[in-house]
């Protein structure tokens, strides 16, 4: 891709995440489609997908500590982590696929380029597999909650997790697809990529998933 078009589309995706970042204390209007929340607001309880905060209660007959679980809203995504991540991502649009890659010089498979994008960026070490990733840390998103810096995952001719792409906002997604392609964008909106969508998660600085206890 030429160093333009990228330059382009890389302004295209980043300019709704500056507008988040200088306007995240206050109520957002609608950006791709959703209308972003307070950092305040609290879920019900039965919300699966909102981590898990415990407070202190009062200590059992074993001298035990009992604590009382609230939910709360999926985290925020840091504005500046998901602008870093997409504009590595889409500067390597084109690169070929390659099994076990993670280098604009030596090709990507679907993970190595989300640790690619990820590196230094992220809170820790991201694993290197596709369902590791989708199994270790991070907070699950529902998807009409995406954010661009999510991450999609797939299940493509097998009952576990093998695919991951890093969401771009409006149903679009970046990834490194199989061998004979390259690094390109997609979109939910295929039924193909659909059908096979599972779980999306969002990385996220572990102070914010931290568990509070007495």
């Not at 589309?9 to 950006?31: D, F, G, K």
């Not at 590595?88 to 380029?113: E, M, Q």
């Not at 590196?119 to 840390?137: E, F, I, K």
Request: hydrophobic share 35%.
């Amino acid at each position: 891709m030429r160093p333009f078009l990228k330059t382009w589309l890389t302004i295209c995706l980043l300019l709704p995440l500056a507008a988040h970042a200088t306007n995240r204390e206050q109520r957002l209007p609608s950006v791709n489609g959703h209308t972003a929340k307070s950092p305040v607001s609290v879920a019900h309880a039965t919300d699966l997908d909102a981590p898990v905060v415990k407070r202190p209660g009062k200590h059992g007959s074993h001298g035990k500590a009992h604590h009382s679980v609230v939910a709360v809203n999926p985290a925020a995504p840091n504005a500046k982590q998901s602008s870093t991540v997409l504009s590595r991502a889409v500067n390597v649009l084109g690169t070929p696929y390659r099994w076990g890659g993670s280098s604009p010089s030596k090709g990507f498979d679907c993970s190595g380029l989300v640790k690619y994008a990820f590196n230094g960026v992220a809170p820790g070490d991201l694993p290197r597999t596709s369902n590791a990733m989708a199994a270790g840390h991070g907070q699950k998103v529902a998807r009409k909650d995406l954010k661009p810096g999510d991450l999609l995952f797939f299940t493509i001719k097998s009952r576990k997790v093998n695919h991951v792409a890093i969401y771009l906002g409006n149903d679009r997604f970046i990834h490194a697809p199989r061998r004979g392609k390259s690094v390109t964008i997609d979109t939910l909106q295929k039924p193909y990529w659909d059908s096979h969508y599972v779980i999306a998660k969002r990385v996220i600085p572990k102070e914010q998933m931290r568990v509070v206890q007495r």
